[in-house]
């Protein structure tokens, strides 16, 4: 079994469905702060992923020294460089939407194994995504649908649900998109020999 730095959904009912025993712990760190600090050393997009996956995997294995600690973490940043966070609320869901909309961003999704407070070892990878050029119409009709569910998705929204109508195209593996780089993953733990070759 390996522990989950998260309380994510998202990712929980990925490891589930890949058959993948896990425990959730929340990491409790302060994201805003990591992030801050992260962006003020000039960290982009990827650096950003990787450190922020690091740190909740290497505090929750602090705690669990004896188990393999998985710690994820994904960034937003548009074709220009400008990164998103999660919404603030509503309207900021809005506000995030119209600025991505017409416009292709880069998720970039980094994962973390630790034991005993060290890492030993990480992926990252990226997915391009292209949104159409949706009305301000659908754009309400798809908060009115997606709110509060969308709340806690960095871009605000699921591609495994109707968000999946806000993209003309999506260059990349599905599972970076949903926030787990779940393949390699998954080569890693047989590597380690936790599932079966």
């Given at each position: 079994?390996?522990?989950?730095?998260?309380k994510?959904?998202?990712?929980?009912?990925?490891?589930?469905?890949?058959?993948?025993a896990?425990?959730?712990?929340?990491?409790?760190?302060?994201?805003?702060?990591?992030?801050?600090?992260?962006?003020?050393?000039?960290?982009?997009?990827?650096?950003?992923?990787?450190?922020?996956a690091?740190?909740?995997?290497?505090?929750?294995?602090r705690?669990?020294?004896?188990?393999?600690?998985l710690?994820?973490?994904?960034?937003?940043?548009?074709?220009?460089?400008?990164?998103?966070?999660?919404?603030?609320?509503?309207?900021?869901?809005?506000?995030?939407?119209?600025?991505?909309r017409?416009?292709?961003?880069?998720?970039?999704?980094?994962?973390?194994?630790?034991?005993?407070?060290?890492?030993?070892?990480?992926?990252?990878?990226?997915?391009t995504?292209?949104?159409?050029d949706?009305?301000?119409?659908?754009?309400?009709?798809?908060?009115?649908?997606?709110?509060?569910?969308?709340?806690?998705?960095?871009?605000?929204?699921?591609?495994?649900?109707?968000?999946?109508?806000?993209?003309?195209?999506?260059?990349?593996?599905?599972?970076?998109?949903?926030?787990?780089?779940?393949?390699?993953?998954?080569?890693?733990?047989?590597?380690?020999?936790?599932?079966t070759?």
């Amino acid at each position: 079994m390996i522990v989950l730095a998260s309380k994510s959904a998202a990712r929980r009912a990925m490891l589930t469905a890949a058959g993948v025993a896990h425990e959730a712990v929340a990491a409790g760190i302060d994201e805003d702060a990591a992030k801050a600090a992260l962006v003020a050393e000039g960290a982009d997009a990827r650096r950003l992923a990787d450190a922020l996956a690091e740190l909740k995997a290497v505090k929750i294995s602090r705690r669990f020294p004896d188990a393999l600690v998985l710690g994820c973490d994904q960034t937003l940043a548009r074709d220009d460089g400008r990164l998103f966070d999660q919404p603030r609320d509503r309207a900021d869901a809005a506000e995030q939407l119209r600025a991505l909309r017409g416009r292709r961003h880069r998720l970039t999704t980094a994962a973390v194994l630790a034991t005993g407070g060290v890492p030993t070892w990480r992926h990252v990878g990226v997915a391009t995504l292209t949104m159409r050029d949706f009305s301000d119409a659908f754009l309400e009709d798809y908060l009115a649908a997606e709110w509060p569910a969308v709340s806690g998705c960095v871009g605000c929204y699921r591609l495994e649900g109707p968000g999946v109508q806000l993209f003309s195209r999506v260059d990349g593996d599905h599972f970076t998109v949903l926030g787990l780089p779940l393949l390699a993953l998954l080569d890693q733990l047989r590597v380690l020999g936790l599932i079966t070759k």
